[in-house]
């Protein structure tokens, strides 16, 4: 399969997209990011998740924290704390920094952020086209308790890293993303793509918001091609991270078979659940989805790698049954 197209949130679809890059090697691998976790601090554009990909595919992300970068510094941060100037909670280090200066210059000057992420890629050299769901402003809002017995909506990331998730969530909301377009190029990669993948990524904060975009979803499910995804769920927890706690938000249980029952078969043609949970593979397939169970636990780059064949195979099983 020569033309892949992966939707990716962050640390789980980035290390995924390492494995395919190495599965596939001659592939032209698209990449389309969820930018619903982006945020503006201190004046600056952070896009977390498009960073991650590029961060992991070119070499120069802080390996054991899945995010930022190598080797990092916050002499900044520790300066804007000292000024009394926050959030304190979310971790920018210095050299983080530069990037979303460049950014925030760049769309200042006009570029819309697909322009922009290229630009920043030339830099990275990921191995794949990294392309932003929208050029459009989403944030992905979450409503919660506030406390005196109604609710409130918070940005994601405060609810993610400043509350760690411990909150319960009532709803996801991806605040513009009913006004958001398609990036430049994202419509024609997939209408191109020999085969469409969803790594183990959130299913609804990161993949789930960029299938929100109007015409997203509509365009995978009429490309014609295999649509393979890969559990974030193994043995009725998340792999990494807190998944399950925006799964309860949208009523989906924290289930390899009901994460696909909840992107569904008319989206869906084939999804790799992990050998633990090797008793879903007849649920998931009497809901119109082939499935497979295979280790999916990206242990090292092998193991990552032995995961993207095995969803590249399983797309060819439904393409020749």
Request: with cysteine; proline share 6%; hydrophobic share 45%.
């Amino acid at each position: 399969m020569r033309r892949i197209v992966a939707l990716s949130g962050g640390i789980g679809g980035a290390r995924f997209l390492r494995g395919l890059r190495r599965a596939a090697p001659e592939a032209d691998i698209t990449v389309i990011g969820n930018t619903g976790d982006d945020i503006h601090l201190f004046g600056l554009k952070v896009c977390p998740d498009l960073d991650t990909v590029m961060y992991t595919l070119g070499g120069g992300i802080h390996e054991e924290q899945g995010w930022g970068r190598a080797g990092e510094t916050f002499a900044v941060k520790e300066e804007l704390a000292a000024y009394g100037v926050g959030p304190e909670w979310f971790g920018l280090g210095d050299r983080d920094f530069a990037t979303h200066i460049v950014r925030t210059q760049m769309l200042a000057a006009g570029y819309p952020l697909s322009a922009v992420t290229e630009a920043l890629c030339r830099r990275w050299e990921p191995g794949v086209r990294l392309l932003p769901m929208t050029d459009d402003r989403v944030e992905t809002h979450v409503l919660t308790d506030d406390g005196d017995g109604g609710r409130k909506a918070i940005h994601f990331q405060e609810y993610w890293v400043r509350l760690r998730a411990e909150v319960p969530a009532h709803a996801i909301v991806p605040v513009g993303a009913e006004q958001a377009e398609p990036a430049p190029g994202v419509l024609e990669a997939i209408g191109a793509a020999d085969v469409v993948l969803f790594p183990p990524s959130n299913p609804v904060v990161s993949i789930g918001t960029i299938l929100a975009v109007p015409g997203m979803r509509e365009a995978i499910a009429g490309a014609g091609v295999p649509v393979v995804g890969l559990s974030p769920v193994i043995g009725g927890a998340p792999v990494r991270g807190m998944a399950d706690k925006v799964l309860a938000a949208v009523g989906v249980e924290p289930t390899a078979a009901a994460v696909a029952r909840h992107y569904g078969s008319g989206l869906l043609d084939g999804w790799l659940v992990d050998t633990v949970d090797a008793d879903a593979v007849g649920a998931v397939e009497e809901d119109g989805i082939r499935c497979r169970a295979v280790p999916l636990l990206m242990t090292d780059l092998d193991a990552t790698t032995d995961m993207a064949r095995a969803a590249l195979a399983l797309a060819g099983e439904v393409v020749n049954p």
